[in-house]
């Protein structure tokens, strides 16, 4: 089973060194500024440059900005030397991306698929999506790094079993089957905690991190200076079973008043009979009904936000589905976080995630793109 490799730069030799500063760094660079920031000499750097240009995984990046004389050249990373996928599994559909070496999108595709795990020959149709989705954006295999795949639901620790996933009507169900279909290295995530670790990726920020997924559950992850802290049972940031309101509506995980009972996008599609967009057309009409579910979703999320705050006091980013709907919907939000937060007189802690609803496939495929990084 694939573990996700350690974040920080470490130690090597002076490829690594070399390959890892190029990955990390920003800026336009130069040989010149490579050897000073490796501390290595100049014979020693063409060596093993040289090197890692033939295998295709550093090439130039263009020249700098005349400053009189000769103009050197940049050196960057050849990101599309590899690739990896990744693919949320939810209810009644998968969610498949690739991504390179940058977890630049290079491919995204939704594509119905209910029954995926009962019964276990609906692991064939998982292949074939595979398959199919590599075939239709012409993506060299050869290049593959594995393929991370997402649970909406609680695994063991070494994720070879689903514990509970309550949107997927599950317990206690083993993987194997899974991982046996599919002909390529995978990596089993819990959707939220995936989703976390990519949010944390693309901000680069030391500071501590929640992330609040908001699909047809509710999820999360948190993330300790960069670090994904999962608890002793793999199962922190459950935050879609915080009760928000006791004795509330009942919730798939059969107690009531959790806050995947209030926030889920299961409540407008399946409560209404409606899809998402046709839903949020009909609040910009103010159809009365809409309206009075949505702010009572929002009333309900601002609780939970307010209980992640107090227990980890740290920022808090909200991804998934309905986050795609939320900016407009931003101000009215902070307004009920403020009313129920007695220490704060801002809410410069609360984002909406960069990726959205892609998050969760390009979160399971980022573990293959640090290991292959990390082992240059």
């Known amino acids: 089973m694939l573990h996700i490799p350690d974040i920080q730069p470490k130690s090597g030799s002076v490829k690594s060194r070399i390959y890892r500063y190029l990955y990390e760094n ?20 063409f060596q093993n440059l040289s090197e890692l240009m033939d295998e295709g995984l550093v090439r130039y990046s263009g020249q700098e900005k005349c400053t009189g004389g000769r103009k050197a050249l940049g050196l960057e990373v050849s990101s599309d030397a590899r690739f990896a996928m990744g693919v949320s599994a939810l209810g009644n559909s998968l969610r498949i991306a690739a991504a390179d070496l940058r977890l630049k999108e290079l491919a995204y595709r939704e594509i119905p698929f209910s029954g995926m795990f009962l019964p276990r020959q609906e692991a064939e149709g998982f292949r074939n999506a595979i398959e199919s989705f590599l075939d239709e954006n012409r993506l060299d295999r050869s290049r593959l790094l594995g393929i991370g795949v997402t649970i909406p639901g609680i695994l063991t620790p070494d994720c070879s079993r689903i514990v509970m996933a309550p949107t997927l009507k599950l317990d206690d169900t083993p993987l194997d089957f899974l991982t046996r279909a599919i002909p390529y290295p995978i990596y089993l995530k819990n959707d939220a905690s995936s989703s976390g670790y990519a949010e944390w990726y693309f901000r680069r920020e030391s500071k501590n991190m929640a992330y609040l997924s908001l699909e047809d559950g509710v999820g999360g992850a948190v993330q300790l200076g ?38 889920t996008a299961r409540r407008i599609t399946e409560g209404l009979g409606i899809p998402l967009n046709e839903f949020f057309a009909g609040l910009e009409r103010h159809v009365p009904e809409y309206e009075a579910l949505w702010f009572d979703m929002l009333r309900h999320l601002a609780a939970g936000i307010n209980n992640i705050r107090m227990v980890l006091d740290c920022d808090i980013v909200i991804g998934g589905l309905l986050s795609e709907y939320l900016e407009g919907y931003l101000p009215v939000l902070k307004r009920y976080v403020m009313a129920g937060n007695p220490f704060e007189k801002d809410i410069g802690f609360l984002h909406l995630s960069t990726l959205r609803k892609h998050t969760a496939p390009l979160g399971a495929a980022l573990p293959f793109i640090r290991e292959f990084v990390y082992s240059i």
């Open 26 to 45: 920003k800026e336009f660079c130069t040989r010149q500024i490579l050897a000073k920031q490796c501390r290595i000499s100049l014979p020693t750097l």
């Open 226 to 263: 960069g670090i994904p802290y999962e608890g002793d049972n793999s199962r922190s940031g459950e935050f879609g079973h915080i009760c928000v309101e006791p004795g509330g509506l009942p919730c798939s995980c059969g107690k009531r008043g959790c806050l995947e009972a209030y926030c």
